[in-house]
């Protein structure tokens, strides 16, 4: 592994941390008020017919939860699965933190499967819960552009904040 | 007692945009009755969210037409919701009948009620219930939370996926032997042990 490169990842994936620690969601209730709004108005501007009463769960232990769509893994469509228009479907895992009123972010992935052949087939957006030792190949925050092998840092950005990029930058086109 | 159509709170908040926030409309939302506090929360939650305009829950107790009719004009164009009507005797509800002008406000009102505290108000509110209308929605319930049976089933996807157990898991996770995907952190909370996180 080249010593610079890896120097600058490390440099680079601090900041990564930094931003994380940086980013301030309000209590548990209000972040999962926020994303049920968020897909019930897609569905209906998108004219789709999700259940998201039925999709959009929930597991929450003293200061700790997560808010799911669709299976931890994608492997095929489900029913659990946010469908979107062409094909493509959405599943999603984000996991908090909470204390005095207000939730820090642990965790996240947002997947989106591509439909009818696109290419790249999937990206994945994935906020690791701690850094890697090798932050060239494991940057904390990064996506993957359609390989489970590959992946480039990106902004640790709050879960709207990523869904707005699935909707109106990916799906879009 | 009539059925009434189940609504939630984002559909709720999309009628009340469709016939514009600063027109007067009045709403019955029946809310459940267990965990009412919680309930009303999330509704107050989800509805700001979707129409993305100033809401605020009212404490009605047993005040007067007179003395609510103030309170809701400060401001006059939000949107309101009143509850508390538990208390309410059907006097009381006739009073605000008759006092009812009072209530009228550029912004909606929302009645929260129950299904016991919206017969009384049927029984003894006739004109507000003209107001009403046909805008009596049941509150369909959120219910997020991922059942048992839900949680075996993540669990056993996860186990499959990695291909080990969770006491397995569990056993390298404590010794700091795992990876950092997104999936462990759930699979730890869900088996209760974010004490390793």
């Not at chain 1, 993957?144 to 879009?172: K, N, Q």
């Not at chain 2, 993305?52 to 400060?74: A, F, G, M, N």
């Not at chain 2, 006097?91 to 009102?109: C, H, K, T, V, Y």
């Not at chain 2, 080990?164 to 898991?169: A, E, I, K």
Request: include cysteine.
């Amino acid at each position: 592994m080249p010593e610079k490169a890896s120097e600058r990842a490390l440099y680079l994936d601090s900041k990564l941390e930094n931003q994380a620690a940086e980013i301030k969601l309000p209590r548990f209730k209000e972040v999962l008020a926020h994303l049920r709004v968020y897909l019930s108005k897609q569905n209906l501007e998108l004219g789709l017919e999700n259940n998201i009463q039925q999709i959009l769960k929930t597991v929450v232990k003293p200061n700790l939860g997560i808010i799911t769509v669709g299976p931890p893994f994608d492997k095929g469509p489900t029913e659990s699965h946010f469908k979107m228009p062409f094909g493509a479907r959405l599943s999603f895992g984000i996991t908090l933190r909470e204390g005095n009123g207000a939730c820090s972010l642990i965790a996240y992935r947002f997947h989106i499967q591509m439909g009818g052949g696109s290419k790249p087939a999937f990206y994945r957006f994935d906020l690791n819960e701690r850094r890697h030792d090798t932050p060239l190949v494991e940057p904390r925050c990064h996506v993957h552009p359609g390989r489970d092998d590959i992946r480039l840092p990106f902004p640790v950005l709050g879960p709207i904040e990523v869904l707005d990029r699935i909707f109106y930058v990916i799906a879009a086109r | 007692m009539a059925e009434f159509i189940s609504q939630a709170a984002f559909e709720i908040g999309r009628r009340l945009e469709l016939r514009g926030l600063d027109a007067e409309s009045w709403l019955i939302v029946i809310g459940p009755a267990e965990r009412e506090p919680e309930a009303l929360d999330t509704f107050l939650l989800e509805l700001g969210a979707t129409i993305d305009h100033p809401v605020r829950v009212i404490q009605i107790e047993d005040q007067s037409t007179s003395k609510i009719s103030q309170t809701l004009r400060e401001p006059a164009a939000d949107t309101v919701i009143l509850t508390g009507f538990g208390v309410f005797t059907p006097a009381i509800w006739r009073e605000w009948d008759l006092g009812r002008s009072r209530l009228e406000r550029p912004g909606a009102i929302i009645l929260w009620l129950t299904s016991a505290t919206l017969s009384e108000f049927c029984a003894n509110a006739p004109n507000i219930r003209g107001f009403v209308g046909g805008s009596i929605f049941r509150l369909s319930q959120s219910g997020s939370a991922m059942t048992d049976s839900e949680i075996s089933e993540r669990i056993r996807e996860l186990e499959s996926h990695y291909q080990m157990s969770s006491d397995q898991m569990i056993e390298r996770a404590a010794k700091g032997e795992l990876s950092a995907e997104p999936q462990i952190a759930e699979w730890l909370i869900l088996l209760g042990r974010g004490d390793l996180i």
